[in-house]
């Protein structure tokens, strides 16, 4: 995450606004391997974050206002229009907000405007990452002496992925139930075709319809051929759990890897619990004229990604 923090005119010390920018995430590889007794799934995943951004403002409310919450959408122009989330308790921004100011005592007098370009219910975590951003950022307005293993402890309270946001890597084998982050080294030029398309999917229901498979995991062989430039064999160690049970959820992500299929990607498949689905590329001049084909076969909203430093 990315955060830029504008100081008080009046005394320069104090916070008048901080604004993050809070990254999408894609799974290169997800793997559920069994069922907890709390209700989770234990899982393995290679996760990165993209160059795609919600931007989160975080502004002082005068004594008493409260929590305000904004939402706007800052797709582009010529993508499908997308939902906007809700802007009470269902939103995990305000969920967060209100846990850390019960954590800390500190008076939840505060502004909040999320400028959307995650699309919903898309597997690209931008709820999470909102969460966490929220944590962040208000740490910074609120001037809290709280440790990122604190912050990321917050997090994992709220949802499994927060915590590997939290983490501010570009690349991390999450375990557990998501909450267990360890950082891993990936290349920077990595290049990505998501594409969304206008129907969306529901975690929990992905999960109950899915089948555990416990047994080797591909994360760290696929850090570790994606580190040494091997996109070609890491292509091949691309896995998503999910997706099965996706499919026979929604049609739109059979539709979009028939798709794919038919492309020259070096690898492909769904992100998270969908709808998003992304394909591989050996470089960004190859992603923009795949992107634009993808773009071309359907009403769906594509875009190029980045791994984001």
């Not at 370009?117 to 898309?122: D, H, V, Y």
């Not at 990452?129 to 609120?142: E, M, N, P, Q, Y």
């Amino acid at each position: 995450m990315r955060c830029v923090i504008e100081r008080s005119t009046t005394d320069g010390q104090h916070a008048s606004r901080v604004t993050v920018f809070a990254p999408a995430k894609l799974n290169l590889s997800l793997q559920v391997l069994g069922r907890r007794p709390d209700g989770y799934h234990d899982l393995e995943s290679l996760m990165v974050t993209l160059d795609l951004y919600d931007e989160l403002r975080f502004t002082p409310a005068p004594p008493g206002r409260g929590l305000t919450l904004h939402c706007r959408n800052l797709a582009p122009a010529a993508a499908p229009p997308q939902p906007l989330p809700p802007v009470d308790d269902r939103n995990l921004v305000c969920r967060a907000a209100q846990l850390l100011a019960a954590e800390t005592g500190c008076p939840l007098d505060v502004t909040i405007e999320l400028h959307k370009r995650i699309p919903l219910e898309a597997g690209l975590a931008g709820g999470s990452a909102d969460a966490a951003a929220t944590l962040f950022g208000l740490t910074r307005l609120w001037n809290l002496p709280l440790s990122d293993h604190q912050l990321r402890a917050l997090g994992a309270r709220l949802g499994s992925d927060i915590s590997f946001f939290l983490a501010h890597a570009p690349a991390a084998i999450c375990t557990g139930r998501g909450e267990v982050v360890e950082p891993v080294p990936v290349p920077t030029g990595l290049a990505f075709v998501v594409a969304k398309p206008p129907s969306g999917l529901s975690t929990p229901r992905v999960f109950q319809h899915c089948r555990p498979e416990p047994g080797v995991t591909r994360a760290r062989a696929l850090a570790a051929e994606l580190r040494a430039g091997r996109l070609t064999q890491a292509a091949r160690l691309l896995v998503n759990t999910l997706q099965p049970a996706a499919e026979l959820l929604n049609p739109d992500v059979c539709r979009l890897r028939h798709l794919f299929e038919s492309l020259p990607f070096l690898g492909h498949q769904m992100s998270g619990s969908g709808t998003s689905y992304f394909g591989l590329c050996r470089n960004v001049t190859q992603a923009r004229a795949l992107a634009a084909r993808v773009a071309a076969a359907g009403r769906d909203r594509v875009c190029v990604a980045r791994l984001a430093g």
